[in-house]
């Protein structure tokens, strides 16, 4: 039993961190570093550099463009880009789309779209939340009725995260009303997000900010081919690409990037007399927090190690306590960072900040985005399954309660 | 990163999780404790048999070659049985002092004999006023009659009154909680001088108040280098903490089994409880808890054997804030999931709760680990 990485994971980390440092330009780094959201074009520069490293496609097949990466491989590269920090690869491009292609596309399917994923040439988006369907997946009603080569859809989405910077969407749809089980009626569409009928409209999150979207499907036509997989077989590609590949579901890169910003704010500013980094207290939720992150990061090396050695392709359960403890884990980070803060955690005032002086007031940057931040990531209890329904698999599929 | 056991060690440890569920089992457990040193002589017995007693040892001296992660084996089954031999005190306490600070003549003389079952160790270092400060020894030792004069007390020594030698810390040189000055020593449980008030600790297992009076030691039962011994002492505590979060982790997994097989038999408003979800969630936190707790316990196990002494105190600290507030946490639940059934002595999760109490509060509790980490916050 050994928990250390090999001396080719030390070098492989090496070398990843080298190549962030030398390539993440010098603009990105800086927002970054405040804790500013990446732009789009900010997710778009830095996947297509590394892109042209080859690394960007990082669980994708060789032939496809993929680096060929162990699981260890990409879990050092996930956290390493978190934490630097970089903008991530595009989620619904990189860990959703892309497998899910490979899986089941047909191959002009393949050729059409993997490779324009991987370059981020088209921004994907996930069209699979409802209204009312939100934990209860299943129950989507989102319509596509065939008529000839093309289908209809009709209906809404929700929490969609990105729409608005979208050109593409994949979207589960009802292609069978009348199923016998709810899951048998559904099938999984590539919709170009240009086709007439289709309306964005933003859904303003509680940091001010505009990730979110809802996505209105008015008559919108959707030729046969842009279906994945069969007819109302949707289902299965949908379970398949949740639960493929939850090495970055514990976002510990993240976790550990909130938790440098916080102890930067901490030598920077005063409590009782004294930087706050010396306050006991604050040391002690220090010290916790880089508890429960050696923890996590090692439970992450089991369930990965785990999983490389697995066959049969289906996801560990034990990825929920990763979702979970990960989530739990970086709201805690978020929340450390935002009472560094202090009160400089409650202004909104970007705008007014880069008019009252000459020059930047960084600290005050930082704190504004570490309220964001901590705003914003109330949610990662809730995105890619609540950590209540975590618990539900976990019920399940591990205790078989 | 490798997870994977060698042959050697799954056969370890299925000999072992073999033994405990043949024998080990609660009602044969009430009956140990019934014995007159609150353990089994025949289990001890059996463990030497195994060659469970020399585990850590060198084949040279009748051992089994292994270390931490074999230790970690054997000590997680006697977990999940709540085994009350002396083993910890024995093997992992004593034995490592001895192996790591002893003399190519002390090993040769005392390993085998305690991997054959015919010799038991207790760590006499602990006293009443050093909480969980390691170098506040304030037993002294002075020449004298041509070797070593100890005086003091050693207070809550794991098993010390059925151990047949003690490694006993004193205070050479130096002020009262000075690192450097101090010394470990052999000592006979029957020599001339020493006492031993025995007693129950809450988790049933059995320690001693030991006094020291005017105690002679010969210079050939001085361990190591004498009034350098800070580090081996340092050492023992740490390969205890791991061996203890092993046993954490075997507790802890058989809390959890228990209580969701209650929640899967105890009915309620016509149904088992465990079909309500309040009872399914906090079954799965128990479990969240649990495998943190495991990943704790394996970070103590491999970072005994590192090389550098600050990260090895790092990562044990880590782990025993880590492991101790998982089994705190699995062990409340397991009791609330049972109700009041759980709190009674004669069913057997109470005792696993005790169990993990007296782990946590072993060696420095969560606030001692964590107040040491938030010191090296930079």
Redesign the interface.
Known sequence: ??????PE?LAFRDEVRAFIRDNLPADIRERMRLGYSPRKQDVIAWQRILNRKGWAALSWPKEWGGPGWSA?QRMIFIEENQAAPAPELLSFNITMLGPVLIQFGTEEQKRRFLPRAANLDDWWCQGFSEPGAGSDLASLKTAARREGDHYVVNGSKIWTSTAHNADWCFVLVRTNPNAAKRQEGISFLLVDMKTPGITVRPIISIDGAHHLNEVFFDDVKVPVEMRIHEENRGWDVAKFLLGNERTGIARLGKSRERVAAA?EAARAVRFNGKPL?ED?TF??R???L???M???Q??Q??VV??GAKKSDGRPDP?SS?LK??GTELLQSTTELAMDAAGPLAMPIWAQELAEMANEPDMLAEAAEQAAGNYLFLRAASIYGGTN?I???I??KA??R? | ?????SDDQRLLADSVTRLMADRYGFEARKAFLKQPDGWSTEMWGRYAELGLLGVPFAEEHGGFGGGA?EVMLVMQELGRALALEPYLATVVLGGTAVRLGGSAAQQAAILPAVAEGTLKLAFAHGERDARYDLSDVQTTAKRGNGGWVLDGAKSVVFHGDSADKLVVSARIKGARDDPDGIGLFLVDAGAQGLARRGYTLRDETRAAEVSLTHVAVADGDVLGEAGAAFPVIERVVETGIAAMGAEAVGAMETMQSMT?EY??TREQFGKPI??N?V???R???M??AL???R??A??A??SVEDADPAERAR?IS?AK??YGQSARFVSQQAIQMHGGIGMTEEYAVGHYFRRAMVIEHTFGDTAFH??R??????
Do not use: C, W
């Open positions: 039993m050994d928990l250390r990485f090999t994971e260890v102890k980094i006991p040391r002690q220090v010290a916790q880089e508890v429960d050696k923890a996590l090692i439970t090396y089991r190690s785990a034990l306590v979970v403890k209540e975590q618990k539900n976990l019920s591990v205790l309660l | 990163m490798d997870f994977d056991l992660v969701l929640s899967r465990g079909s979800q009872v399914q969630h079954l799965s936190e479990l969240m495998e943190q707790g990943s704790m394996m970070l196990t491999v990562n880590m804030v880590g964590l107040a980490l938030a010191a090296q916050v930079e």
